[in-house]
């Protein structure tokens, strides 16, 4: 049974461990990979934002959790919505099979309908990301041109889901 909770410092090992070993995965494909950001994107544990999925002791996935849109990103009226946006959502490929990047979606998408928003919104900067994240029943709403890349947003309605049926427990709240 998976668990979302939030990362503390004492979590800061163990996502290290997990974004080094999907940077190998990436790397073995020939994708690009966060490895210089290693240090940086894990030390973000004790930040009060990122959450991870635990199996048991095992943190198999993270996201960062956000209550503002970031400005560039959402128009005023946009921002004035209340969401949550996801951003630096990683995993562990060996639990590939369990789809731990879809349910760290879904329960954002359950805890923004259980707090009262309306989205969950995402950025992206890969068009196989935006398929995949398709898959998870984002939309894609609008796309932007950055200085980093082609930036690709995508958003899905916020609603309750029956996290136990995925195979989670009932969610903390963000």
Do not use: N
Not at 24 to 47: D, I
Not at 68 to 75: R, Y
Not at 136 to 142: E, S
Request: net charge neutral; aromatic share 10%; proline share 5%.
């Amino acid at each position: 049974m998976f668990t979302m909770r939030p990362a503390t410092e004492t979590d800061v090992a163990g996502v290290a461990s997990m974004i080094t070993a999907r940077c190998g995965w990436q790397e073995k494909r020939g994708l690009e990979s966060w490895r210089e950001m290693v240090a940086e994107l894990a030390g973000q544990a004790g930040t009060g934002s990122m959450w991870v999925l635990v199996d048991g002791g095992r943190i198999v996935g993270c996201t960062t959790v956000m209550t503002q849109a970031p400005p560039k990103d959402w128009t005023p009226e946009e921002a004035a919505e209340p969401a949550l946006y996801l951003f630096t959502t990683v995993t562990d490929p060996a639990y590939r099979e369990h789809k731990p990047g879809t349910l760290i979606a879904l329960w954002a998408v359950d805890q923004a309908a259980r707090q009262g928003r309306e989205w969950v919104r995402r950025g992206c900067f890969f068009p196989e990301l935006v398929k995949y994240y398709q898959t998870q029943g984002f939309a894609l709403v609008k796309e932007q041109d950055r200085s980093a890349g082609h930036l690709y947003l995508l958003a899905r309605r916020a609603e309750r889901l029956d996290l136990g049926r995925l195979g989670m427990m009932e969610p903390s709240t963000v």
